[in-house]
């Protein structure tokens, strides 16, 4: 990687590309979110530490480490950042590099449709031209569990696909709601995959006490709705969300039952990933799952799950060591999420890998050309990140500059014709 040499080794060790800005070279483009610039890195809790090493959050032209000396009072001086120093970075970013303009945030999208007649693009970013006679390659994805050697063929359309996109939404501003509609030659999916939490699908799932989002319960915890005196909160998953859980209800002393599928020594356990000197919290919660007689106030059930829920709060576990009742007073499900591609419509189930199938960034993930990250299935069609199974954010850089790269090279094809 030339960008973070050695990064997967854990080295720290400056980038060996020089970023210049070219305007003649500048695509006019949009990029529309929820929130604020940073994504996903905005609505997290802001004290927790970033896996990541914090220099590989940063973005060309602005070095993470030189604005993290410069935020006295906010920024960890840890190898690893704070969550609301990357959010923080970001929107500084944006700020910085005068970008503003291609922002449009608190927004949501509601409809993407392909469309034939010819309009003027009020946002143009480029044009879709076929490549005859290339043969795609797929990404071997860094989390997805798809083999890079995928025999099947893809299948393409037969008929040349419509020439624009109409991307449909609306803003929220003071309370209020505007409409848009932007038409436009390309579309980037860049909306991660943590739109919407995977749910178990058992009896009682949808009672109030059961939670899905670590922000909730951190809440009840912080306001003392949870503490030492509560019966214990039931923590389900072994990632690192659970682990965050956990984390947060024993600062606070409040009791803890874990259960999990997987057994400890299974060897794809994020824990067993991480080194021991750099992410001592979870290697102490990852001790804990191995050995839970003794620590007071958690109890660990590995390769155990939850069958039911009851509106007493109690809830039926099994397992191969267990198989009772326990009463809780809240209930965490940590066990991932999905992207929410709705907005997609009847197109949605034939971006992935093996289309009819809901994306899904570790089975599932939206198939891509590895050199444009370009749609194999949608021409016009663009998609990186956790979408595509990358779900390290140094990665995002390459992703981003192979689709520009894709588009310039498309806008320059177009000229040369005229």
């Not at 997805?144 to 624009?164: G, K, W």
């Not at 050995?291 to 799950?305: A, L």
């Not at 199974?389 to 005229?418: C, P, W, Y």
Request: with cysteine; glycine share 8%; charged share 20%.
């Amino acid at each position: 990687m030339l960008n973070h040499p050695q990064a997967d080794l854990g080295l720290e060790l400056p980038s060996l590309l020089n970023w210049n800005f070219s305007t003649k070279n500048t695509i006019d483009h949009l990029v529309i979110g929820r929130g604020p610039p940073g994504g996903a890195w905005q609505s997290m809790d802001g004290s927790v530490l970033t896996i990541s090493l914090g220099c590989w959050m940063e973005l060309p032209q602005m070095n993470f480490r030189e604005w993290q000396a410069s935020q006295v009072s906010r920024c960890s001086r840890e190898s690893r950042a704070a969550v609301s120093s990357v959010a923080q970075y970001y929107c500084d970013y944006v700020k910085a590099h005068n970008l503003g303009r291609y922002f449009l945030s608190n927004s949501i999208v509601t409809e993407v449709n392909q469309v034939v007649r010819a309009k003027r693009p009020r946002r143009e970013n480029g044009d879709i031209l076929r490549r005859r006679g290339y043969e795609p390659r797929i990404r071997r994805h860094t989390i997805c569990e798809v083999p890079f050697n995928d025999s099947r063929q893809i299948l393409r359309p037969e008929s040349p696909p419509p020439l624009l996109w109409e991307v449909k939404g609306f803003s929220i501003e003071n309370g209020l709601c505007s409409p848009f509609t932007y038409i436009t030659k390309n579309v980037v999916l860049a909306s991660g995959a943590s739109d919407q939490p995977n749910t178990l699908g058992i009896p009682g799932e949808n009672l109030s006490f059961v939670l899905h989002s670590l922000n909730r319960l951190e809440q009840l915890i912080v306001s003392g709705h949870l503490n030492k005196n509560s019966d214990p909160i039931l923590v389900i998953g072994a990632g690192l969300s659970a682990a965050d859980a956990i984390i947060a209800a024993r600062f606070h002393s409040v009791p803890v039952i874990h259960i999990f599928r997987r057994s400890v020594e299974d060897p794809n356990l994020i824990f067993r990933q991480l080194p021991q000197n750099m992410y001592p919290e979870y290697h102490k919660v990852y001790q804990m799952m191995k050995d839970s007689t003794g620590y007071d106030g958690y109890k660990g059930f590995e390769q155990h799950i939850l069958l039911e829920v009851r509106s007493d709060h109690k809830v039926k576990i099994v397992g191969p060591t267990c198989c009772g009742i326990a009463k809780v007073s809240y209930i965490l499900v940590c066990i991932g999420s999905h992207a929410n591609l709705s907005f997609m419509g009847d197109l949605e189930n034939n971006l992935g890998i093996y289309p009819g199938l809901p994306i899904d960034c570790k089975q599932n993930p939206v198939a891509v050309d590895i050199d444009t990250h370009a749609s194999l299935h949608i021409p016009g069609l663009y998609a990186l990140g956790p979408l595509v199974g990358e779900n390290f954010v140094r990665f995002l850089q390459g992703g981003a500059l192979a689709i520009t790269r894709d588009v310039m090279k498309k806008k320059r094809r177009k000229q040369s014709l005229h």
